[in-house]
């Protein structure tokens, strides 16, 4: 197949440069724009940037000439990892100039005509885009500590219903971008304090779980409780969860619509997407960062301690790679759905 342009804004911040490795050789998109702050415009990419990725900077990337975040692109696709500071008014005039803008950024999340999508939960959502005011569309992917959740939680909601939950979070320190927080801040200690975390942990769920009903979204009705640590871990966010259900279900009834979870695009195919977005682990120790967070690529859930709870019914651990799942790939995934369902 011909490939599809697409450009990304934000491109020499540490989000932007992940949207770059991951769609260096991708089979869908062929990568030909890149737009940062006025201050790197016009110069060479490689210039512009302080490369911070493991893989090198792939030399045709380089040598692109960096833009500045107007809609003048001659792609109509667009990755936003613009920060959030930025991101808002940025989005909103490439989408009223005819763009597809599918962003990372935290702005657009709760608009009401906004797709706040993890494609294989609420890949009906898209169907948003169609009452959207702008000549193009913006989607949106969800926080990163929100993703590794909500995909733990579908399959418990679906099945089971749920009342309450309850999630403490164990969150590495590249969710904070680069250069983020100092070495004497983080060594050796652990930050009970993410800005604006808990409130996304509390409200997005409800959203992606919620029911598309005549061109608006329904929210899910369950309560949920956050508390966000920042810890000296370089990849993977690790969540300690407890959950209340409506039906109560044993142990093996839980680990079995876990393990057979499936949704659109494995039924697809698609490039990014996992062959099983959710992994349960027996052994008493996992998962575990560095062993489980670059599971299917990155894009793989990780699950295991499922036991009875004191206080609710049940607890567990889950383990997501935040830049990849949580952030890239997971935004990856939502435009080759987006391609796949004819909307580009």
């Known amino acids: 197949m011909k490939k599809i342009s697409v450009g990304i804004l934000g491109a020499t911040g540490s989000v932007g440069q992940r949207f770059i490795e991951l769609l ?53 696709i667009i990755f936003s990892g613009l920060d959030a500071s930025v991101a808002g008014e940025i989005e909103t005039q490439f989408a009223e100039a005819g763009y597809f803008i599918i962003s990372n950024a935290r702005n657009h999340r709760f608009d009401p005509d906004v797709p706040l999508l993890i494609p294989e939960i609420n890949y009906d959502h898209l169907s948003l885009l169609r009452s959207q005011k702008y000549k193009g569309g913006i989607v949106t992917n969800p926080n990163c500590s929100t993703i590794g959740l909500a995909m733990s939680l579908k399959p ?34 652990v930050v009970p304090f993410i800005f604006g975390e808990e409130e996304k942990l509390e409200t997005e769920p409800a959203k992606i779980l919620g029911k598309f009903n005549n061109d608006r979204i329904e929210l899910a009705d ?56 959710i992994h349960y682990y027996e052994e008493d120790k996992y998962p ?27 607890k567990f651990v ?5 830049t990849i799942r949580g952030a890239v790939g997971g935004t990856i995934l939502i435009a080759e759905l987006m391609h796949a369902e004819g909307y580009f």
């Open 24 to 76: 260096s050789s991708h089979p869908y998109f062929e990568l030909a724009e890149l737009g940062a702050s006025e201050k790197s415009a016009g110069k060479k990419y490689s210039n512009a940037v302080n490369w911070i990725m493991q893989t090198p900077l792939p030399e045709n990337i380089g040598n692109l000439i960096v833009k500045e975040c107007v809609p003048d692109f001659h792609s109509k």
């Open 156 to 189: 418990l909601h679906d099945n089971f219903g749920l009342e309450s939950v309850n999630v403490v979070t164990m969150q590495a320190v590249s969710g904070a971008g680069y250069p983020g927080i100092s070495s004497m801040d983080i060594l050796d200690n």
């Open 222 to 277: 369950f309560r949920i409780s956050a508390q966000c640590n920042r810890v000296p871990v370089i990849d993977g966010h690790t969540e300690c969860v407890q959950v209340k259900l409506k039906t109560k279900p044993t142990i093996e009834e839980i680990k079995k619509v876990w393990r057979e979870f499936r949704s659109k695009p494995q039924e697809l195919n698609l490039p990014s997407a996992p062959i099983s977005p």
């Open 288 to 314: 575990q960062a560095k062993i489980h967070r670059n599971l299917e690529r990155g894009m793989g859930v990780a699950i295991g301690r499922l036991r009875e709870c004191s206080l609710f019914d049940y």
């Open 318 to 322: 889950i383990l997501s790679h935040n």
